[in-house]
């Protein structure tokens, strides 16, 4: 059978599809989303490399008005449905940014990567400054940002006046597409400027999301749902699909069926066990199981050069995995019987706050375990008691073997490194033993 044309890390639709790469076709997501109901503003949270790049910018080739995008949706699944291609497909403006690099040391280096975004933005549609239907007002801040001389305050109202120039100039209100909107808040609350940062997030998205009316819809990812800051305070249309949510369940991530094409594509049926126990296991929505797209991604792509290739853990190599380390460091006897009973395959319960700020992770220990939940280190566990949970508590696990080598990894570093080396659980010593079967 002829290999499969993979992309590694391909987060671009058209180019995937233009390049002729396999594509595990998500464009369902397309007609769910525009069903009945939909609210103003979607957040839609997923752990980190489980497609939400490549899925908003397919929404990017699906929505924008300057492109024709009839050929690069050919032969998908919304193609089918000529009724919704016919209304909504080049129909409208569609902006696109991705907040995943703005990753600075302080606030203002942080800021000067989020200029940058900008200006890519505005270049993109530098035609604005020649229409004559656009305020003048607003093509003197575009150009103030193109030319990077905005403050932060032009700067936070970017979105609001690019939108308002777009539906001035086409005559139909904007689709805006955030890819990763919790990355900066993130990034700062680890480096020490975190109120600076969610001040002028909430600046850009207040005046993108709720007092903008050249907004056709907007649709944001990241793998937070940030409350506290009251970023998204005052929207009346608002919707947080997160990994507990039945809607978009499946069009994240890998679903067994799509991987099991993929398997029979490439002629390597043979590897579906072990594909099953390194990378499934996530649930989404209670019941929806999941692979881990850029695991299966990596694995095949490097079994098709070596066909004796080993599993690896793919997708702990993007992360430092500090939230791990963390629960780790500060576990005390309780915490320890919890992260060994998890390493042994049991479930814990625990009670989840799927509403956290970055800035209030660390202070409980049920923060931390929503986090490890959200984040994809933890998820939920095959069968929920019906009886016997505690009152609003969740069964968990560790979804498959390369998160349980992370924790266990991890685990091993911590005590090797510890100075105190106090109250050394049975997990510690089967782990300082290599002692697989004391850890079962």
């Not at 929505?285 to 290739?309: A, F, H, M, N």
């Not at 992370?406 to 685990?411: D, E, K, L, N």
Request: net charge negative; aromatic share 10%; hydrophobic share 40%.
């Amino acid at each position: 059978m002829a290999p499969l044309n993979l992309s590694i890390g391909g987060e671009f639709f058209r180019r995937l599809r233009e390049e002729k790469r396999y594509y595990v076709d998500k464009t369902g997501l397309i007609e769910e989303m525009l069903a009945d109901n939909q609210p103003l503003v979607s957040l839609i949270t997923r752990p980190r490399r489980f497609g939400k790049t490549l899925a908003m910018t397919m929404l990017q080739e699906f929505f924008d008005i300057r492109k024709d995008s009839r050929q690069i949706f050919e032969g998908l699944a919304v193609s089918k449905n000529a009724r919704l291609c016919e209304a909504w497909m080049n129909q409208y403006p569609a902006v696109f940014l991705s907040l995943k690099g703005v990753e600075g040391q302080d606030f203002c280096s942080s800021l000067t990567l989020f200029r940058e975004i900008a200006v890519r933005l505005c270049s993109d549609n530098a035609y604005l400054s020649e229409s004559h239907k656009v305020e003048q007002e607003d093509k003197m801040l575009l150009r103030r940002v193109r030319n990077r001389e905005a403050d932060s305050s032009e700067l936070s109202n970017v979105l609001l006046v690019l939108c308002r120039a777009l539906e001035a100039h086409w005559g139909k209100p904007v689709i805006l597409l955030i890819d990763e909107y919790d990355v900066p808040i993130s990034h700062a609350e680890q480096n020490g400027f975190y109120k600076e940062m969610v001040g002028f997030m909430r600046n850009l998205l207040g005046a993108a999301l709720k007092t903008n009316p050249s907004l056709k819809f907007a649709v944001l990812t990241g793998c937070l749902r940030i409350a506290r800051e009251s970023i998204f305070t005052g929207l009346n249309n608002f919707k947080c699909y997160g990994v507990s949510d039945a809607q978009y369940a499946d069009k994240f991530g890998f679903t067994p069926a799509e991987v099991d094409a993929m398997l029979n594509e490439a002629g390597l049926q043979d590897k579906k066990g072990v594909l099953k126990e390194w990378y499934d296991g996530y649930r989404f929505g209670k019941q929806t199981e999941i692979y881990c797209p850029w695991d299966i991604i990596q694995y095949l792509y490097d079994l098709q050069v070596d066909p004796d290739s080993k599993p690896q853990a793919y997708w702990n190599n993007t992360s430092g995995n500090a939230i791990v380390r963390t629960l780790i460091s500060q576990a005390g006897p309780e915490t320890q019987q919890k992260v060994e009973d998890l390493i042994s395959g049991k479930a814990i319960e625990e009670t989840l706050t799927e509403n956290l700020t970055y800035d209030l992770v660390y202070e409980s220990e049920g923060n931390i375990w929503s986090m490890l939940y959200l984040t994809g280190y933890l998820t939920l566990a095959p069968e929920q008691p019906e009886s016997g949970n505690a009152a609003g508590s969740t069964a968990l696990v560790i979804p498959n073997r390369e998160v349980r080598e992370i924790f266990t990894g991890t685990v091993s570093a911590w005590f090797r490194q510890s100075l105190k080396q106090r109250d050394l659980s049975p997990l510690s010593d089967a782990l300082w033993n290599g002692d697989a079967a004391a850890m079962q």
